[in-house]
Structure formats: structure tokens, C-alpha cells
């Protein structure tokens, strides 16, 4: 029921999108909301976490359908630089192009709060992650020279309580 109340509203966008005849913009999901159209867990969630690729203000209109969101910086989120090319789309919108990031991007991007819920989440996303393929984006945003520094001085705190508990 709440994957289908989350592609709902991702139609309702995509509705509002054509019908104020806007350009078809890219939306890259993470967080809780992508977990769930990726079938990466089950826990329930509506909230849908997307990166911020500089979209105009009239996508405001759209955006406000998804009721609660956040809508990330890539200054202040773990993300490889890379995370496009692992993205999967969702082949369900045709004047939305709707992508969830890939389940190592999602699983890395929690590493920095490892709050109860991120790791229900990477309990159930962890063991069907390649490992390579995670310590490669780990490595991917260790390298990144527009990170902020508080946000990557939290990842490297929480990086050894992960790599420990999840043997990567």
C-alpha cells in the first residue's frame, strides 16, 4: 500500500509537470521513499528525500505535491560522485524521468546518522549489497573536495561503527 501511495504522488507530479507544460525534469530519490520503490526494505515510510539539482522555483508547485520531503544539497550529503550512473529508473513515468539511487548509494548515504531507523534500514539492505562496490563509493566520497567538512568529519566518526558492524 505505501509504495503504491508513493508512486501516487510521484503521477500527481508528473500530472501538474505537463499540465503547466514545464520542461520534464530528473528526480534522484533516496532516504525511506526510495528504499521502498526499490524494494530495498519494507519498513513504511512516505518520505520522500530527493537530491537538489538546482530546479528552478516553478518546480515549487510540484515538489509541494509530495507533501513531506526534503530536498538535499550535494554539498551536504553522502554521495558519490558517481551515483547517477548506479541510479535505476523507474520505468512507470514517461514526462518525469524518476531514478532510486542504487541500494550501496542508499546504504552509504545513512552511514552519517545511524539512527535506529537507518539501521533497521541497513539491516535489511546491507546483505544484498555488493561490498566492492560500497567501499568503492566510500572511497568515492572520501575524495570528494566539496563536502563539507562537518559532514565528512561525521561520516569518518560513523565509518568505523559501520565497517565493523557490517564487515565491509
Not at 542504487?102 to 535506529?116: F, G, N, T
Not at 562496490?133 to 565509518?159: M, T, Y
Amino acid at each position: 500500500m505505501i509504495k503504491e501511495n508513493l508512486l501516487e504522488v510521484l503521477h500527481e507530479m508528473e500530472e501538474v509537470t505537463k499540465l503547466f507544460k514545464m520542461e520534464p525534469f530528473d528526480i534522484y530519490l533516496l532516504g525511506g521513499g526510495a528504499c521502498i520503490l526499490g524494494e530495498y526494505t519494507t519498513r513504511a515510510t512516505l518520505d520522500i528525500d530527493f537530491v537538489d539539482l538546482g530546479y528552478p522555483a516553478k518546480y515549487g508547485k510540484v515538489f509541494s505535491l509530495l507533501r513531506d520531503y526534503d530536498m538535499l544539497e550535494y554539498e551536504s550529503t553522502l554521495l558519490s560522485p558517481n551515483y547517477k550512473e548506479r541510479a535505476i529508473k523507474l520505468d512507470k513515468f514517461k514526462y518525469i524521468n524518476v531514478y532510486v539511487l542504487s541500494k550501496e548509494d542508499i546504504a552509504i548515504s545513512k552511514v552519517i546518522r545511524l539512527a535506529e531507523k537507518d539501521i533497521e534500514d541497513l539491516n535489511e539492505i546491507i546483505p544484498n549489497c555488493n561490498k566492492e562496490i560500497l567501499n568503492r563509493i566510500i572511497e568515492e566520497i572520501l575524495n570528494r573536495d566539496d563536502l563539507f567538512e562537518s559532514k565528512r568529519n561525521e561520516f569518518i566518526k560513523k565509518l568505523k561503527i559501520f565497517k565493523e558492524k557490517y564487515n565491509v
